[in-house]
Nanobody
């Protein structure tokens, strides 16, 4: 599985950005998809995840983005979308999408358990 993240850029606080992650492969609907971010000098942290068909497509969010970010998937296009509203300077980071066919729900926030990773896309939010 290959993942291609896109949609980042430089925005102002309060703006919205939609990130996309396009996946190769014909079993995309079965994959659990996650977004993580890494700010300069900090560890990569969980942002959001959406489960595959086996998990009912449920979504999960970090507390820091809950209510502002929305994760969705279009299985026909093999793509997940992270809509980020009300962006803050502290949202500035490189955003990575990740995929795994079998990660369990209790581990969905754990980056090291995802098997496949995209290349990352920079989001910079100015104040």
């Amino acid at each position: 599985v290959q993942l291609q993240a896109s949609g980042g850029g430089l925005v102002q606080a309060g703006d919205s950005v939609r990130l996309s992650c396009a996946a190769s492969g014909r079993t995309f609907s079965n994959f659990h998809m996650g977004w993580f971010r890494q700010a300069p000098g900090k560890e990569r942290v969980f942002v959001a995840a959406i489960r595959g068909s086996g998990g009912g497509g449920s979504t999960h969010y970090a507390d820091s983005v809950k209510g502002r970010f929305t994760l969705s998937r279009d299985n026909a296009k093999n793509t997940v979308y992270l809509l980020m509203n009300s962006l803050r300077p502290e949202d500035t980071a490189v955003y990575y999408c990740a995929a795994d066919p079998s990660i369990i729900l209790s581990s969905i926030r754990t980056s090291r358990l995802y098997r496949y990773w995209g290349q990352g896309t920079q989001v910079t939010v100015s104040s």
